[in-house]
């Protein structure tokens, strides 16, 4: 695979949690099934646009800081399922996967100026982002809290307390601003949202004692809390469930090839085989869907 860096490695104060988003032991990070293996669907390769056919690529971004659905492993190049999932994609589209490794407020960007084809970060599919882009619909996601063991957070009455989150997320830019902001109209202190770069480092503000919580999607908070043995447990039920989707331009006739390579991974078991190496098997869903988001 080709890949593109375009953001510096995680800060050093995130080392605490680094092996959780590195390749250390090799469980559940490289690709298990391989886009090598995956033969092209005949009928996704006939929507291609042309552009995108004659190039022989798909350009995707993701920015890696996203554990165990996007990160690093030791060499720096990008791995996790949703990795693994974005190349099975490609291999369906005859194409060869090339990855960009950007910051996650700027992949949505880069998609509508042309620099990307495919934003493969753990998106979750809402009505605002969709005024922007079109998204494929992969997976079903809910959001989870963290806390220290032995601490108890309520979601719900978190008024006053530092919570800690990945920048750019849907935790970061709606949850948590509407939740401090009835705090406010209750008059109660506000949320202190403390927003990083990455997942890890947010995970690590917790550890670290920096933050009271982290607020993430399920998936990423379950592999925190499995990785971390004991430091960090779950706080809450799972709420706010959508489906996460590959971001791609509006209205372009990728998104329906892009569909239809996701189906065929579906239909044929590769997407399922997936999510069953890395333990997100909870969240599969059977059929591949455009702007299915409501919320």
Same mark, same amino acid.
């Not at 099975?88 to 490794?101: D, F, M, N, Q, Y």
């Not at 910051?103 to 960007?109: E, G, K, T, V």
């Not at 978190?158 to 601003?177: D, F, I, N, R, W």
């Given at each position: 695979m080709r890949i593109r860096f375009a953001v510096p490695a995680l800060a050093a104060a995130a080392a605490l949690v680094l092996t959780g988003c590195t390749n250390d032991d090799g469980a559940n990070t490289e690709a298990t099934t391989g886009g090598a293996d995956i033969a092209a669907d005949d009928a996704a390769v006939a929507l291609l646009p042309e552009a995108v056919s004659e190039s022989g690529a798909l350009r995707l971004a993701t920015d890696a800081d996203y554990p165990p659905?996007? !990160?690093?492993? /030791?060499?720096? +190049?990008? #791995? =996790?399922? =949703?990795? $693994?999932?974005? $190349?099975?994609?490609?291999?369906?589209?005859?194409?060869?996967?090339?990855?960009?490794?950007?910051? !996650? +407020?700027?992949?949505?960007?880069?998609?509508?100026?042309?620099?990307?084809? #495919? &934003?493969?970060?753990? !998106?979750?599919?809402?009505?605002?982002? /969709? /005024?922007? #882009?079109? !998204? #494929?619909?992969?997976?079903?996601? =809910?959001?989870?809290?963290?806390?220290?063991?032995?601490?108890?957070?309520?979601?719900?009455?978190?008024? =006053?307390?530092?919570?800690?989150?990945?920048? &750019?997320?849907?935790?970061?830019?709606?949850?948590?601003? +509407?939740?401090?902001?009835?705090?406010?109209? +209750? &008059?109660?202190?506000?949320?202190?949202?403390?927003p990083f770069d990455g997942q890890p480092e947010a995970t690590n503000a917790v550890v670290l004692g920096q933050a009271d919580a982290f607020s993430a999607d399920s998936p990423v908070t379950i592999d925190a809390v499995n990785k971390l043995d004991g430091d960090i447990e779950i706080q809450g039920e799972l709420f706010d469930a959508a489906p996460y989707g590959f971001a791609i331009k509006k209205d372009s006739e990728l998104a329906e090839a892009v569909q239809a390579a996701v189906q065929s991974l579906m239909d044929d078991g590769t997407y399922l085989e997936i999510l069953e190496n890395a333990g997100a098997e909870t969240g599969a869903i059977d059929e591949a869907t455009i702007n299915a988001g409501t919320e």
């Open positions: 659905n996007e !990160f690093k492993d /030791q060499n720096g +190049d990008p #791995v =996790g399922w =949703g990795v $693994e999932l974005g $190349e099975a994609v490609a291999a369906k589209l005859g194409l060869e996967p090339e990855w960009s490794i950007l910051s !996650f +407020d700027s992949i949505l960007p880069q998609i509508e100026e042309d620099g990307v084809d #495919v &934003g493969a970060s753990s !998106f979750t599919d809402t009505v605002e982002r /969709q /005024q922007t #882009v079109d !998204f #494929v619909n992969y997976y079903n996601a =809910g959001t989870l809290w963290a806390a220290p063991t032995g601490e108890t957070v309520d979601p719900e009455n978190a008024c =006053g307390m530092k919570v800690a989150v990945q920048s &750019g997320t849907v935790q970061h830019t709606h949850e948590l601003p +509407d939740r401090s902001e009835k705090c406010v109209e +209750d &008059g109660e202190s506000a949320i202190e949202i403390l």
